[in-house]
């Protein structure tokens, strides 16, 4: 198992890793303490690259710091715990999971989007090594903790009838989405997008055929569906109402009352853009009874996720109140109290 030292989120110097967190005059470099492990503005600042690109003005660049800083304290009450249980992610999970991440892409593209976000390979896996370590602490400590038994769905069942009757036919739908407007700005895998009308109807043609030969809906729509909203769900759209279908272009609606549920459409242009519709799931109207399995499902996944969320944020707290914990960069901010 790799020590603590190849993944920590601080960089500074170990004379600092045993800086008091009540300390109110850190070196410069310290943004917060966490039990005398010392998170740097080099952490924060790394992280505000990571997940916002494009800087907004500075007040904005303020508030996210801070909610970084936040997030990355969490992380390090989280890993000492993990570290304290003996449950630090292994370099083969690491790998694994790495793994994982890079085969959607070739050399070329996986390089792309690490330079999108100006991390290396050591980080990303340094960021992984975190993200698996606290994930089978959480996976131990809480998710193994939460029960839901038959009567619990079957209480909630009574409690929320309403929830479960509905008043028309309901349609899960998913889409693949190809519009011919250039544009740089995609949200899909592949980064990929059609300029103009010949390079979407090739496109739509090209993501048809694979359909037809099996490749799964939902990654296709992960990896080229130029629909900012839905792509990063598979293509998924949630339940639509049949009421709202009216609303919808006429062949838009004709294609979704009648697929057949698990079938997708051919490729409808409409609105100026092309479609391919898939119908995941379609629930008819009236209500449903505790016996069907579906609403069983949802019942339980509901219930756990509260359960989950609970507990998770109470373990949270549990953490802290063990915990010394300093946030400088807080503490710089706030009027009337730096330098006290």
């Given at each position: 198992?790799?020590?603590?030292?190849?993944?920590?989120?601080?960089?500074?110097?170990?004379?600092?890793?045993?800086l008091p967190a009540c300390n109110k005059t850190p070196p410069a470099s310290v943004a917060a303490a966490v039990n005398g492990h010392a998170i740097t503005y080099a952490d924060v600042d790394r992280q505000l690259k990571w997940q916002f690109p494009k800087q907004p003005d500075a007040d904005q660049v303020q508030i996210q710091k801070l909610a970084l800083l936040h997030a990355l304290i969490d992380e390090e009450l989280l890993l000492q715990r993990a570290e304290k249980l003996g449950l630090i992610a292994t370099e083969a999970e690491v790998d694994t999971k790495f793994n994982e991440?890079?085969?959607?892409?070739?050399?070329?593209?996986?390089q792309k989007q690490l330079n999108d976000r100006a991390m290396t390979v050591d980080e990303l896996k340094g960021k992984l090594r975190r993200d698996l370590s606290t994930e089978k602490l959480l996976n131990k400590e809480v998710l193994s903790r939460i029960n839901i038994t038959d009567k619990d769905v079957s209480d909630f069942?009574?409690?929320?009838?309403?929830?479960?009757?509905f008043p028309e036919n309901n349609y899960r739908i998913a889409q693949i989405m190809v519009s011919p407007q250039p544009s740089t700005?995609?949200?899909n895998l592949k980064h990929d997008k059609a300029q103009n009308e010949d390079q979407a109807k090739k496109k739509i043609q090209m993501l048809e055929a694979r359909l037809k030969q099996g490749d799964d809906f939902a990654m296709l729509a992960q990896s080229f569906s130029e629909d900012s909203e839905t792509a990063p769900n598979g293509g998924d759209m949630g339940f639509v109402g049949e009421s709202a279908l009216e609303k919808a272009d006429p062949e838009i609606r004709k294609q979704i009352l009648t697929l057949p549920p698990g079938q997708f459409s051919a490729p409808t242009h409409a609105g100026g853009v092309w479609h391919i519709l898939k119908v995941i799931q379609h629930e008819a109207a009236g209500?449903?009874?505790?016996?069907?399995?579906r609403v069983q499902q949802s019942i339980r996944e509901a219930l756990r996720t509260r359960k989950e969320q609970l507990l998770r944020g109470a373990y949270m707290e549990a953490c802290r109140n063990d915990a010394q914990v300093a946030n400088y960069l807080a503490i710089k901010l706030a009027p009337g109290f730096e330098g006290k």
């Open positions: 198992m790799p020590s603590r030292s190849t993944f920590v989120v601080s960089g500074v110097l170990a004379a600092f890793l045993v991440i890079r085969a959607p892409y070739t050399q070329e593209e996986f069942y009574n409690a929320n009838k309403a929830l479960f009757n700005d995609v949200k209500q449903r009874d505790l016996n069907d399995p």
